[in-house]
């Protein structure tokens, strides 16, 4: 047996996954290479747009924390931290001035990264404001469960039936992914989010990722991996990220309000809406600026892309963010 990946024996796919991606050489951590940008795009990839939700969201949780002196932001797997960077670009000066802006990854900070930004390795404690996870949840790793067994995976990406479930996976599958065949044990994942959002003292935690829920889980899971910006078979090698959707409601803890990408961008302003027509001859450069804006808006909220994505806002200490709130625009 080949021991690339760092073992030699088939383990379980969560261990498999937390070597590949976060072990030494790991998809994650390793300094060489386009980071995760280089192999997907995500929304804070796709435009602008995005970073100025967050943040008029960011806005919104101070106006309820009644604008501490100090806000903080909280970008869980940061990337290279383009979020953060967008955020602070689009906020008012005078708000900018007060953001405590945290990059949360593992991996090592990027040179020339805005000295404004604290690179850390998990979300600090007692913290006041907003703390958001784009596209992290997906990237916790997690055990894979058939027909009652553990799924185990060698290097290769060649699987094996494993030992049976243990009390604590198989009491979750039988509250979120009841029905036996294939699934993903994901209670990783709710232990990973219930302890970010501990870290929050007061504020808004939101968790942004491919999602589904209990009455529609995928009968054979969503297991994959991308490298390149193409799909690629889930090998776990570190060649490639290696991910699966999650079960955000499982996640979810008191409070939480359950949205649609769509639905929560478009609360907080992004519209698909053309400019006007009159508006090509009275500002041609505005018209085209308009429609570009509208494509990017577009393609944040489409149905069958990016708009479909999941958002978990859980609210703590302050009211519920539910997409509704005219503030929030």
Same mark, same amino acid.
């Given at each position: ?9 088939p ?7 937390e070597?590949?991606l ?6 994650y951590v390793?300094p060489?290479g386009p ?11 796709a435009s602008?747009?995005?970073a100025g939700a967050?943040a008029?969201?960011?806005r ?8 501490? $002196?100090e #806000?903080d932001?909280?970008?869980v797997g *940061?990337?290279r *931290?383009?979020?953060? *960077? ?5 906020l008012? +000066?005078?708000?900018?001035?007060r ?6 990854e ?19 404690e007692?913290?006041?404001g907003? #703390? ?10 997690l055990?894979?469960a058939?027909d009652g067994?553990?799924?185990?995976? !060698? %290097?290769?990406g060649?699987e094996? %039936?494993g030992?049976? #479930?243990?009390g604590?996976?198989?009491?979750? @599958?039988?509250?979120?992914w009841p029905?036996g065949?294939?699934?993903e044990?994901?209670? $990783?994942?709710d232990e990973?989010?219930a302890?970010?959002v501990?870290s929050?003292?007061r ?6 990722d ?5 009455d529609a889980r ?16 889930p090998? %776990? ?5 290696v991910t ?7 996640c979810?803890?008191?409070d ?5 990408q769509?639905?929560? @961008?478009? *609360?907080?302003?992004?519209s698909?809406?053309?400019p006007p ?5 009275a500002?041609p ?6 429609l570009?804006? !509208?494509?990017?808006a577009?393609?944040?909220?489409s149905?069958?892309?990016?708009? +479909? ?5 859980q609210?703590v200490g302050i %009211? $519920?963010?539910?997409?509704e709130? $005219?503030q !929030?625009?």
């Amino acid at each position: 047996m080949s021991t690339q990946g760092g073992y030699a024996t088939p383990v379980r796919w969560g261990s498999a996954m937390e070597n590949a991606l976060y072990g030494p050489g790991g998809f994650y951590v390793r300094p060489d290479g386009p980071g995760p940008a280089g192999h997907f795009r995500t929304s804070v990839h796709a435009s602008g747009l995005y970073a100025g939700a967050v943040a008029r969201l960011l806005r919104w949780v101070d106006a309820q924390l009644g604008h501490p $002196a100090e #806000l903080d932001l909280v970008d869980v797997g *940061a990337g290279r *931290a383009e979020l953060l *960077a967008g955020v602070l670009a689009a906020l008012p +000066a005078e708000v900018a001035a007060r953001v405590r802006p945290y990059a949360v990854e593992r991996a090592e900070r990027p040179p020339g990264l805005d000295a404004r930004i604290c690179w850390v390795a998990a979300p600090p404690e007692r913290t006041t404001g907003l #703390l958001f996870a784009n596209e992290w949840l997906d990237n916790v790793p997690l055990d894979v469960a058939e027909d009652g067994r553990y799924v185990l995976v !060698a %290097p290769d990406g060649t699987e094996s %039936p494993g030992g049976p #479930l243990d009390g604590a996976d198989l009491a979750w @599958l039988e509250r979120w992914w009841p029905g036996g065949g294939r699934a993903e044990i994901g209670r $990783a994942r709710d232990e990973a989010w219930a302890a970010a959002v501990a870290s929050l003292e007061r504020g808004l935690a939101v968790a942004v990722d491919y999602a589904h829920t209990r009455d529609a889980r995928p009968p054979y899971g969503t297991l994959t991996g991308f490298r390149g910006g193409r799909e690629v078979p889930p090998v %776990p090698d570190g060649s490639c990220d290696v991910t699966a959707h999650v079960a955000l409601d499982a996640c979810a803890g008191p409070d939480s309000v359950l949205l649609t990408q769509r639905e929560a @961008l478009t *609360a907080l302003g992004v519209s698909g809406a053309r400019p006007p027509l009159s508006l090509a001859s009275a500002d041609p450069a505005g018209y085209v600026r308009g429609l570009a804006s !509208a494509g990017e808006a577009a393609e944040l909220t489409s149905r069958t892309g990016l708009g +479909a994505f999941g958002w978990l806002v859980q609210p703590v200490g302050i %009211p $519920a963010w539910t997409g509704e709130d $005219a503030q !929030a625009r």
